[in-house]
Each structure stands twice: as structure tokens, then as C-alpha cells.
């Protein structure tokens, strides 16, 4: 009801009271309006809320149209916004913003922006997504005594969870997915007596997972996912209505975990187990995805998974399950995607995964089976692989239980010592007896005699290419495709010399736009060897994987062949267009004029280390040596950095000679360290120390000599007062820094240029030290530049004490 319709009704009943002198009524009439105009000044406060978190969010898209007359109760619900009430208050409030929304201004406070948010008490639900909120997520979640369920997804919140989470008694869902959350899980999560779901994916979490979770009797949804959690996975089978169970991308392992009967997804992908697959499994019914590839999992494949009554989706690729596949084995039908690549499996696959059906996906390459496609390895392989599995499996075996083997000898001693004594003197005889017959015989070699300790080289040649983000549309992508030459022509106008990006060691480029209004970005590579397409199956099969938030991705890859051999003449293959330049660009200005902040040069370098630490453990084997250049580092338009130049086989084998302008061609790694051992890893980490050097001062660095310079005065200025230590500085780096963040970053630096590869630092270590020098940053901000000096500004975390590594 708005204020005319009350003033009309006070006019018209006034009358008509009036006219009938009843005092009486005219009393319950004025009370009455005196309830109405309460409920319109509570529902005024509650608006005038709702518009100061506007302003505090920086008034978002999705607010815009927010204003002082805007009927918040009835807004038509949308999956970006919904507001909810209930009897005059607001119960529900779900804000979404755009995916890869940048943190919000150096002003905003976290503090100030829950002080706001407390002054709706009765919400029950709080759903802040993607709205650039930083900071430490404040105590005062508290004062929401009914809040039954929180995601605050998708921002850039820090430090550990509050422990003061565990007095919301009424919580039944915590999503903090995507945030950078640090610390262990903590155990008071059991003390949240109806929590249903629990997610936490795409965090920087450790530790182990607490054995308290078991004890929460309601939990349906587990999802920690892409975190460095390790050890043991804690006993999940009382559990009994967990349907989701998400760990993959973390440390876990060795043993399967025990779990109930109604899980309908688990995914255990990309950890440390190492045990056998239990039979267990497949007892589970309700089961509809099952991804447990890239771990170390032993023993016989269970093939009763390909029959589940509920299954579409099977990953077992990249461990060394064995066994026997037979023609006629039974399938789901429902089956949509199955891959069994990279195992030890042999026999005949069944003919169910074979059959020709459109919207299955079926991948079962380097394994052993009885088919001439998808590259199998010789029957041989498989059983010499085989068998050191369980030489291996046994010895670790042994070593579980030696000591219960020394009580029962220490035990049996002296009847063990006659037995094998005895032993001895009947193997001596049988010995003198047959030595004649045994040196006639040919000399036989056991199969495990042949067996190398390490990798077989042709494991390694053949090996899977994994991305942690194998799920197709995971970064907004469409699915890798072939192209055909005909649309690759249309594209870029035929190659008109107008979409010419340059011509670099790695082929030329071309910027084209496709049938469907998406912008690419084509590389042209001439080879200089012919070779027929199957050559390239591995290659592509890499390119196709590699997908990664800090990469510039693949889409797909065109053959152009001779027509009289049918050999491969050039190959064209389409990358995602980044439009807003490159790094070493937007140092000095950028497409937009605007020159990177300091926060904003430790994010790039941050997304830069995790695209390195991808490139490095993300796939088997790992891409090293890749080059790194701040100039072949590329920004969007949300200023994510990507890596638009990484050490491609394919293209690295048809690189032409030429003498590059960039660091990485006029500064040599092997000159840093003469007779240096080689280790590559360590090379890209001396690049990242270079990129690091210009991002710090702001210089364009060409030369070996530059490098020296800058490191030199950068380990001095460290010691020195403060004007000394900023004199290398870039200036627009010191108008906005903290000076602990960028000791920090000068000091990772100088450990990257190192000359002496083994003491530069590990990729893990580097992004430490790189969000701490975030998180400092960005406390200092809040301390130092909040609007209203809310004491409920971030605190300032204890300080890291770092030692430099002289190189």
C-alpha cells in the first residue's frame, strides 16, 4: 500500500465515522492507521538498506535499476536477482553478478558492507555471487540467527573460515566455492546439526579432511574440490544420504574411500590413490558418475561399472587398472561418455561401447586391446606392467606389516630357526643330486628382470594429457573441433592482409571471426617435413586438453594437405581471441590507456604462476622450457592474465631460426649457469623472475645485462632505508603499495633469478608468496583507504618472514 492509497482511505473513513460520531470506532480506526504507517516506515528502512548496498557494491548491472520507488517485495524473481519477503521483511536476497567480476574499488570495505547487511535480520537465505567482494569474511555472519543457507561464491575473499560459522544452528547449505580461503577445514563443521551441503571447491584449503564430518547425519552435497587438502580420506560410510561426493584436483589418498549406497556422483580425479578399485562399488545402484582417473589405482577393473543401472558417465583413464575385456560384456545404455584410456587393460572391448551411436563418447587408448585404433600398446606391456604393479604393491605390503612379522619371528624364533635349518640340508641334497641335469638346461629369464624401476620411455611417449578443466564449457569455451579449410577462409576474408596479427618462431597469425560472431585468433604453421596426419594424433590430443583459466586456449585445428601424397602441408589452429594487449603493454599504458596498479600487476603475475603450475603437474609429462615472455603474456578484458606461447610440440618441432626481441632470445639460461644440470622446471621459474623484474619497475628489460642491473639494485634497496628501497621502483607501482607486498614480490623475484637453478624456488612456493603478497595488499587498502573507517576494516595478517637465497 503507498502513501496516496493511505491518505485516501484516512479521508474517506474519517467521514463516515465522523458523521456517526462513533468514538469508539474512530479509536480503532486511528490505530489501525498508526500500524500501517509503522509497516511502511519498517519496510522505508529496510529500502533505504537495500540502496546502500547498492552503493557499497558499487552499483552493479544487476542493480542498476534499483531506486527510492522501486517495490523491492514485488520484483519479478530472476537467476541474477531475487528478493524475497515475507510479512513486510526480507527474508531472501540473491545478488549474481558477471562471472570474472574484478574486486571492487580499494574503498570497499567488508566491514562496513556486513554492517549494512545485518540491518536485514531475518534473512534466512544470502546469496552474494560474483560481485568482486574482498576481505576476510567478518564474525558478524553471526547476527543472521536464522540463516539456513549462505553461498558467497566466486569472490575474492581470504584468510581462514570463521570459526564463529558453527553457532548458525540453523545452516543447511555453506558455499564458499572460488574464493581464496586458507587454513584447514575446521572440525566445528560437525557442529552444524542440519547442514545438507557442503562446498568449498577452489579454495587454497590444506591439510587433511576431519574425521568430524562423518558425524553430519544430513549431509547430501560434499564438494571440496581443487584445494591441496592430503592424507587419508575419512570413513564416509555412515553417511547414508551423501549423494554427492566431489574431491578431485587435490592430494588424497592412498585407499579408496569407504562410502554408503546412495552416492550418485563421485569424483576422486587428479589425487594420490593408489589402492585397489573395491568391488563395493558397484553395488551402487543410484550411481551416475564415476570419476576416479588420473591416480595410481591397481588391480583388476571392475567391469560390472559399464552395467550400472544408473550410469552415463565412466573416467578411469590414467591409472594402471588391469584385466580382461570380452565382446560380449553388457553396457548401460544410457552411457554417454566412457573413457578406460591409459590402463592395462587387454581382450576385445565390448561391443556395447562400440556401437555406432552419436552421443557417446568412448576413449580407450594406450591400453592393450585387440584393435588397430585409438593406439594400443603390444600384449606384452601390459603383463610386464602388470607385474611390477604387484612386485611393487607387495613390497609395500611387507613393509605395512613388518613389524607384526618380527613379533610372530621374535615369537616363533626358535621353531622357525630348526625348520629352515632343515630346509637348507634337503635343498643341499636335491641340489648335489640334480646340479648335472640343472647345467644342461638353457638358461631362462624371468619377466621381471627386464623391468625398469622408472618410467618406460614409451609410457612417457605415449602418455595422457590431462586438463583440470576437461569438462567442455568449464571456462566459458566451446568444445575443441576441426575445422574445415572453407571456414577458416570465410574467417579472415580469405587471408586479406587486414586480419595479419604478425609473424613470430611459432607461424603467423591472423585474427578471423567466425559464422556464429566469436572472434579467434589463428595460427598459420607451414611445416617443413612431410608428414601424414596420423603424426599428429598425440599432438592434437595435447592441444585439445590443454584448457586453463591462465592459458590462451585451443578451439580446434584444421589440416591443409598435398593433394598427390595427402601429406600434411600446414596446419591451422584456432585459439581464443584476448583483446585487451599484453602485459608489458598495459605496464606502460595498455589498449586503454590505463596503466596497471600494483594489485593489479601481483593478480596478473599470480594468474601467470598458476598457468605455469598447470603447464608443469597439470598434465603428464609436463611442459617445461616454454619461453615465458611478459610480452607473450595477454590480458582480457577482465585483466586475467593468460600464456598465449607454450612449449607445443607440434609446434616447437617446426620453430624457424630466428633471432627473437624479447628477453627470452637475448638472455640465455644456460649463460645464467654454465654446466648447470638441466632442469627445466627451473628455467621457466627464471623467466617468471624476469617477468616479475619488469612488472616491479616498470622497465622493458632486453638484455642479460638489464636483468643483472635491476636484480643488483633491488637485493641492495631491500636493506636499505625506505627512499633507497623504492628508488628502483616504478613510480606508478609506489602510488598505490603496500611496502610489505612489495618486499615480498622483490624478494620471490630475486630467489626466481637465481644463477644456480636448485635455489630457485618451486612453482608451489612462488604462489605463496605471491597471494600473501595479495592479501597484504589488500588489507593494506582496507586499512589505509576505507570510507568510514569501520573497525570492522580487514586486519593486517602476520607478517611472513622471508630469507632471501642469494643467486
Same mark, same amino acid.
Given at each position: 500500500?503507498?502513501?496516496?492509497?493511505?491518505?485516501?482511505?484516512?479521508?474517506?473513513?474519517?467521514?463516515?465515522?465522523?458523521?456517526?460520531?462513533?468514538?469508539?470506532?474512530?479509536?480503532?480506526?486511528?490505530?489501525?492507521?498508526?500500524?500501517?504507517?509503522?509497516?511502511?516506515?519498517?519496510?522505508?528502512?529496510?529500502?533505504?538498506?537495500?540502496?546502500?548496498?547498492?552503493?557499497? /557494491?558499487?552499483?552493479?548491472?544487476?542493480?542498476?535499476?534499483?531506486?527510492?520507488?522501486?517495490?523491492?517485495?514485488?520484483?519479478?524473481?530472476?537467476?541474477?536477482?531475487?528478493?524475497?519477503?515475507?510479512?513486510?521483511?526480507?527474508?531472501?536476497?540473491?545478488?549474481?553478478?558477471?562471472?570474472?567480476?574484478?574486486?571492487?574499488?580499494?574503498?570497499?570495505?567488508?566491514?562496513?558492507?556486513?554492517?549494512?547487511?545485518?540491518?536485514?535480520?531475518?534473512?534466512?537465505?544470502?546469496?552474494?555471487?560474483?560481485?568482486?567482494?574482498?576481505?576476510?569474511?567478518?564474525?558478524?555472519?553471526?547476527?543472521?540467527?536464522?540463516?539456513?543457507?549462505?553461498?558467497?561464491?566466486?569472490?575474492?575473499?581470504?584468510?581462514?573460515?570463521?570459526?564463529?560459522?558453527?553457532?548458525?544452528?540453523?545452516?543447511?547449505?555453506?558455499?564458499?566455492?572460488?574464493?581464496?580461503?586458507?587454513?584447514?577445514?575446521?572440525?566445528?563443521?560437525?557442529?552444524?546439526?542440519? /547442514?545438507?551441503?557442503?562446498?568449498?571447491?577452489?579454495?587454497?584449503?590444506?591439510?587433511?579432511?576431519?574425521?568430524?564430518?562423518?558425524?553430519?547425519?544430513?549431509?547430501?552435497?560434499?564438494?571440496?574440490?581443487?584445494?591441496?587438502?592430503?592424507?587419508?580420506?575419512?570413513?564416509?560410510?555412515?553417511?547414508?544420504?551423501?549423494?554427492?561426493?566431489?574431491?578431485?584436483?587435490?592430494?588424497?589418498?592412498?585407499?579408496?574411500?569407504?562410502?554408503?549406497?546412495?552416492?550418485?556422483?563421485?569424483?576422486?580425479?587428479?589425487?594420490?590413490?593408489?589402492?585397489?578399485?573395491?568391488?563395493?562399488?558397484?553395488?551402487?545402484?543410484?550411481?551416475?558418475?564415476?570419476?576416479?582417473?588420473?591416480?595410481?589405482?591397481?588391480?583388476?577393473?571392475?567391469?560390472?561399472?559399464?552395467?550400472?543401472?544408473?550410469? #552415463?558417465?565412466?573416467?578411469?583413464?590414467?591409472?594402471?587398472?588391469?584385466?580382461?575385456?570380452?565382446?560380449?560384456?553388457?553396457?548401460?545404455?544410457?552411457?554417454?561418455?566412457?573413457?578406460?584410456?591409459?590402463?592395462?587393460?587387454?581382450?576385445?572391448?565390448?561391443?556395447?561401447?562400440?556401437?555406432?551411436?552419436?552421443?557417446?563418447?568412448?576413449?580407450?587408448?594406450?591400453?592393450?586391446?585387440?584393435?588397430?585404433?585409438?593406439?594400443?600398446?603390444?600384449?606384452?606391456?601390459?603383463?610386464?606392467?602388470?607385474?611390477?604393479?604387484?612386485?611393487?604393491?607387495?613390497?609395500?605390503?611387507?613393509?605395512?606389516?613388518?613389524?607384526? =612379522?618380527?613379533?610372530?619371528?621374535?615369537?616363533?624364533?626358535?621353531?622357525?630357526?630348526?625348520?629352515?635349518?632343515?630346509?637348507?640340508?634337503?635343498?643341499?641334497?636335491?641340489?648335489?643330486?640334480? @646340479?648335472?641335469?640343472?647345467?644342461?638346461?638353457?638358461?631362462?629369464?624371468?619377466?621381471?628382470?627386464?623391468?625398469?624401476?622408472?618410467?618406460?620411455?614409451?609410457?612417457?611417449?605415449? $602418455?595422457?594429457?590431462?586438463?583440470?578443466?576437461?569438462?567442455?564449457?568449464?571456462?566459458? /569455451?566451446?568444445?575443441?573441433?576441426?575445422?574445415?579449410?572453407?571456414?577458416?577462409?570465410?574467417?579472415?576474408?580469405? *587471408?586479406?592482409?587486414?586480419?595479419?596479427?604478425?609473424?613470430?618462431?611459432?607461424?603467423?597469425?591472423?585474427?578471423? @571471426?567466425?559464422?556464429?560472431?566469436?572472434?579467434? $585468433?589463428?595460427?598459420?604453421?607451414?611445416?617443413?617435413?612431410?608428414?601424414?596426419?596420423?603424426?599428429?594424433?598425440? #599432438?592434437?590430443?595435447?592441444?585439445?586438453?590443454?584448457?586453463?583459466?591462465?592459458?590462451?586456449? $585451443?578451439?580446434?585445428?584444421? *589440416?591443409?594437405?598435398?593433394?598427390?601424397?595427402?601429406?600434411?602441408?600446414?596446419?591451422?589452429?584456432?585459439?581464443?581471441?584476448?583483446?585487451?594487449?599484453?602485459?608489458?603493454?598495459?605496464?606502460?599504458?595498455? =589498449?586503454?590507456?590505463?596503466?596497471?596498479?600494483?594489485?593489479?600487476?601481483?593478480?596478473?603475475?599470480?594468474?601467470?604462476?598458476?598457468?605455469?603450475?598447470?603447464?608443469?603437474?597439470?598434465?603428464?609429462?609436463?611442459?617445461?622450457?616454454?619461453?615465458?615472455?611478459?610480452?607473450?603474456?595477454?590480458?582480457?578484458?577482465?585483466?586475467?592474465?593468460?600464456?598465449?606461447?607454450?612449449?607445443?610440440?607440434?609446434?616447437?618441432?617446426? &620453430?624457424?631460426?630466428?633471432?627473437?626481441?624479447?628477453?627470452?632470445?637475448?638472455?640465455?639460461?644456460?649463460?645464467?649457469?654454465?654446466?648447470?644440470?638441466?632442469?627445466?622446471?627451473?628455467?621457466? &621459474?627464471?623467466?617468471?623472475?624476469?617477468?616479475?623484474?619488469?612488472?616491479?619497475?616498470?622497465?622493458?628489460?632486453?638484455?642479460?645485462?638489464?636483468?643483472? $642491473?635491476?636484480?643488483?639494485?633491488?637485493?641492495?634497496?631491500?636493506?636499505?632505508?625506505?627512499?633507497?628501497?623504492?628508488?628502483?621502483?616504478?613510480?606508478?607501482?609506489?602510488?598505490?603499495?603496500?611496502?610489505?607486498?612489495?618486499?615480498?614480490?622483490?624478494?620471490?623475484?630475486?630467489?626466481?633469478?637465481?644463477?644456480?637453478?636448485?635455489?630457485?624456488?618451486?612453482?608451489?612456493?612462488?604462489?605463496?608468496?605471491?597471494?600473501?603478497?595479495?592479501?597484504?595488499?589488500?588489507?593494506?587498502?582496507?586499512?589505509?583507504?576505507?570510507?568510514?573507517?569501520?573497525?570492522?576494516?580487514?586486519?593486517?595478517?602476520?607478517?611472513?618472514?622471508?630469507?632471501?637465497?642469494?643467486?
Amino acid at each position: 500500500m503507498n502513501p496516496a492509497e493511505i491518505i485516501g482511505l484516512r479521508a474517506s473513513v474519517s467521514g463516515a465515522q465522523m458523521a456517526k460520531g462513533d468514538s469508539a470506532t474512530l479509536f480503532l480506526f486511528f490505530t489501525f492507521l498508526m500500524m500501517i504507517s509503522y509497516s511502511y516506515e519498517l519496510q522505508s528502512s529496510q529500502v533505504q538498506t537495500l540502496l546502500r548496498i547498492q552503493r557499497l /557494491l558499487n552499483s552493479p548491472p544487476v542493480l542498476s535499476s534499483w531506486n527510492d520507488s522501486t517495490d523491492f517485495c514485488n520484483i519479478e524473481p530472476a537467476p541474477s536477482l531475487t528478493v524475497v519477503c515475507y510479512e513486510g521483511t526480507i527474508t531472501q536476497l540473491h545478488i549474481f553478478g558477471q562471472n570474472g567480476s574484478p574486486a571492487l574499488p580499494r574503498n570497499f570495505s567488508i566491514g562496513s558492507f556486513f554492517t549494512t547487511l545485518v540491518k536485514l535480520p531475518s534473512l534466512k537465505v544470502i546469496s552474494l555471487v560474483s560481485l568482486g567482494l574482498w576481505g576476510p569474511l567478518p564474525a558478524k555472519i553471526t547476527r543472521f540467527s536464522s540463516l539456513e543457507i549462505l553461498n558467497m561464491s566466486s569472490n575474492f575473499l581470504y584468510g581462514p573460515i570463521p570459526p564463529q560459522i558453527w553457532s548458525l544452528r540453523s545452516l543447511q547449505t555453506l558455499i564458499l566455492d572460488s574464493n581464496m580461503f586458507r587454513g584447514q577445514i575446521p572440525d566445528w563443521v560437525s557442529a552444524l546439526p542440519v /547442514l545438507a551441503v557442503l562446498s568449498l571447491k577452489n579454495n587454497s584449503l590444506s591439510g587433511s579432511i576431519p574425521n568430524s564430518l562423518r558425524t553430519l547425519e544430513n549431509l547430501r552435497v560434499l564438494d571440496l574440490s581443487n584445494n591441496r587438502l592430503a592424507g587419508e580420506v575419512p570413513d564416509f560410510g555412515s553417511l547414508t544420504n551423501l549423494q554427492v561426493l566431489k574431491l578431485a584436483d587435490n592430494f588424497l589418498g592412498s585407499l579408496f574411500p569407504t562410502l554408503g549406497k546412495k552416492l550418485v556422483t563421485l569424483e576422486l580425479r587428479n589425487n594420490r590413490f593408489s589402492s585397489g578399485v573395491p568391488s563395493e562399488i558397484a553395488s551402487c545402484y543410484q550411481l551416475q558418475r564415476l570419476d576416479i582417473s588420473l591416480n595410481r589405482f591397481v588391480g583388476p577393473f571392475p567391469p560390472s561399472l559399464l552395467s550400472l543401472p544408473s550410469i #552415463h558417465y565412466l573416467n578411469i583413464s590414467g591409472n594402471r587398472l588391469s584385466g580382461l575385456l570380452f565382446e560380449n560384456m553388457s553396457c548401460n545404455g544410457e552411457l554417454e561418455y566412457v573413457d578406460l584410456s591409459a590402463n592395462l587393460l587387454s581382450g576385445n572391448l565390448p561391443i556395447c561401447l562400440v556401437s555406432d551411436s552419436k552421443s557417446r563418447v568412448v576413449q580407450y587408448s594406450r591400453n592393450c586391446l585387440e584393435t588397430a585404433v585409438q593406439n594400443q600398446h603390444p600384449h606384452w606391456f601390459c603383463q610386464n606392467q602388470a607385474l611390477a604393479v604387484g612386485i611393487a604393491n607387495h613390497d609395500k605390503k611387507e613393509r605395512q606389516t613388518n613389524n607384526k =612379522v618380527i613379533v610372530l619371528l621374535s615369537t616363533l624364533g626358535g621353531i622357525t630357526g630348526l625348520i629352515v635349518l632343515s630346509s637348507l640340508l634337503i635343498l643341499l641334497v636335491r641340489r648335489r643330486m640334480n @646340479m648335472r641335469r640343472v647345467i644342461k638346461r638353457p638358461p631362462r629369464t624371468l619377466v621381471a628382470d627386464n623391468h625398469s624401476t622408472g618410467i618406460p620411455s614409451k609410457l612417457l611417449s605415449d $602418455a595422457r594429457y590431462i586438463s583440470q578443466s576437461m569438462k567442455l564449457g568449464a571456462l566459458g /569455451l566451446p568444445a575443441y573441433r576441426t575445422f574445415s579449410l572453407e571456414e577458416l577462409e570465410e574467417a579472415t576474408n580469405n *587471408f586479406d592482409t587486414s586480419s595479419f596479427m604478425g609473424e613470430g618462431s611459432h607461424g603467423q597469425m591472423y585474427r578471423g @571471426m567466425l559464422s556464429d560472431g566469436s572472434v579467434i $585468433a589463428l595460427r598459420c604453421l607451414k611445416l617443413k617435413q612431410k608428414h601424414t596426419t596420423q603424426n599428429f594424433v598425440h #599432438h592434437i590430443e595435447l592441444i585439445s586438453k590443454l584448457r586453463h583459466q591462465h592459458l590462451v586456449s $585451443a578451439l580446434g585445428h584444421c *589440416f591443409e594437405c598435398y593433394l598427390d601424397d595427402s601429406s600434411v602441408s600446414r596446419i591451422f589452429i584456432a585459439f581464443e581471441y584476448v583483446p585487451n594487449g599484453t602485459l608489458r603493454s598495459n605496464i606502460s599504458g595498455g =589498449v586503454s590507456g590505463q596503466i596497471l596498479s600494483w594489485a593489479q600487476r601481483i593478480s596478473a603475475a599470480i594468474g601467470i604462476a598458476k598457468g605455469i603450475q598447470f603447464l608443469h603437474a597439470g598434465i603428464v609429462p609436463g611442459i617445461y622450457a616454454n619461453d615465458l615472455k611478459i610480452t607473450n603474456v595477454l590480458l582480457d578484458q577482465n585483466l586475467v592474465a593468460k600464456i598465449s606461447s607454450y612449449n607445443l610440440p607440434v609446434l616447437t618441432e617446426n &620453430m624457424k631460426n630466428e633471432d627473437g626481441t624479447g628477453v627470452s632470445s637475448n638472455v640465455s639460461k644456460d649463460k645464467c649457469a654454465p654446466g648447470r644440470v638441466k632442469q627445466d622446471d627451473k628455467t621457466d &621459474m627464471y623467466d617468471f623472475g624476469v617477468i616479475l623484474l619488469e612488472l616491479i619497475t616498470g622497465t622493458l628489460i632486453t638484455s642479460q645485462d638489464d636483468v643483472d $642491473a635491476l636484480k643488483g639494485q633491488l637485493r641492495r634497496s631491500i636493506a636499505a632505508d625506505e627512499s633507497a628501497q623504492r628508488s628502483p621502483v616504478d613510480p606508478a607501482v609506489l602510488a598505490n603499495c603496500s611496502d610489505e607486498s612489495l618486499k615480498t614480490v622483490m624478494q620471490i623475484c630475486i630467489r626466481c633469478l637465481s644463477k644456480e637453478p636448485t635455489k630457485r624456488p618451486s612453482i608451489e612456493d612462488v604462489l605463496w608468496n605471491m597471494q600473501f603478497a595479495a592479501q597484504v595488499q589488500e588489507t593494506w587498502k582496507g586499512d589505509s583507504q576505507s570510507s568510514d573507517g569501520s573497525p570492522e576494516s580487514p586486519h593486517r595478517p602476520t607478517k611472513l618472514q622471508l630469507t632471501i637465497q642469494q643467486g
